[in-house]
């Protein structure tokens, strides 16, 4: 495994994060595809083992029980101080106020069990709330050690701008992630939002990197329970499957030509383009397992350029 710092942070991040969303009871109705705190543990546990600590969750994963899950399998796995939990506040009441921000933090300890979280991250701009209101609350939070340090996710270049300039306006604490929406199917951020992250140092840490199991295998639909009733993954990528096909078809061309599977092609094509640590969804061991593989290839300026071209502009998903 190799190991990074998190934008400007003193943290060190493994070059591939946990996500668990997958984590959770499947009565809360969010999913119908999610893990039991037994098999949550198992897969915490496997990633461990290949070297990864960083795990990243949401106060509204499941109603909340994904932090649990979470929090319990990291208490019966290892030390606190020898992982990096990433957890969310924004699909909650009040968004980003300052009194949801305190109440959804206080929440969200309990629930993982733990003093303080790594990394905070906000899911999502918050038109109601000013800027100057939730910048300050969150900085609070990190002088008063609930939060080491501060994430974003999914909005506009210009909104991610305007956030980090009033923490440089007002001296508080400023982000070191972002959380955006960005694989070989959606590239959108690459005009702008990109550019700003570079621009401030802040490390990528997209969501859905194989665009929902798209860019691991030539079916674009799978006979999964998750492929089947995943309705946010369908409106996200289904309306552009006749171009992406292309794209698609090219990963794997990639993959035979090298000898390893498309995830992995998938995933040194974000390494290529400067990502800090994509966001793996597995609930399977062996998904973990083929997506470290990925370390192992590397793509030459060639092999980016053929990846690339066949891209056609998206409509915007993920910022609201």
């Not at 796995?77 to 957890?87: C, G, L």
């Not at 990394?119 to 701009?125: E, G, K, T």
């Not at 860019?215 to 499957?241: F, G, M, N, P």
Request: glycine share 6%; charged share 25%.
């Amino acid at each position: 495994m190799q190991f990074s710092k998190l934008g400007n942070s003193d943290i060190s991040v493994s070059s591939f994060c946990l996500g668990c969303m997958s984590f959770g009871d499947p009565a809360s109705k969010m999913h119908d595809w999610t893990l039991n705190p037994v098999e949550t543990e198992n897969i915490v546990k496997h990633a461990l083992d290949l070297g990864i600590n960083f795990f990243d969750t949401a106060n509204c994963y499941s109603a909340g029980t994904s932090e649990e899950y979470l929090g319990r399998a990291i208490k019966n796995s290892i030390a606190r101080d020898k992982v990096v939990i990433a957890t969310k506040v924004y699909f909650n009441e009040g968004h980003l106020s300052k009194e949801a921000i305190e109440r959804e933090i206080n929440g969200s300890l309990k629930r993982l069990g733990t003093d303080y979280v790594d990394l905070y991250v906000i899911h999502r701009y918050d038109y109601q709330t000013p800027i100057e209101e939730t910048m300050e609350t969150l900085d609070k939070l990190v002088k008063a050690g609930k939060v080491r340090a501060l994430g974003a996710s999914a909005m506009y270049g210009y909104q991610f701008f305007n956030l980090q300039l009033a923490t440089q306006k007002n001296g508080w604490t400023p982000f070191v992630s972002m959380q955006n929406h960005y694989n070989l199917l959606y590239r959108e951020d690459e005009r702008e939002l990109i550019p700003i992250c570079e621009q401030f140092n802040v490390a990528l840490t997209p969501y859905s990197p194989l665009a929902a199991g798209r860019l691991s295998r030539l079916d674009w639909h799978a006979k999964t329970l998750r492929s089947q009733t995943d309705k946010v993954a369908i409106s996200k990528y289904d309306s552009t499957e006749q171009n992406d096909r292309l794209i698609v078809e090219r990963v794997a061309k990639l993959a035979e030509k090298y000898s390893v599977t498309m995830t992995q092609i998938s995933l040194a094509w974000l390494f290529a383009k400067g990502v800090t640590a994509p966001i793996i969804g597995a609930t399977k061991s062996n998904y973990l397992d083929d997506a470290v593989g990925s370390l192992s290839v590397s793509l030459t300026v060639e092999d980016v350029a053929y990846l690339d071209e066949l891209y056609k502009p998206h409509k915007i998903v993920g910022a609201l």
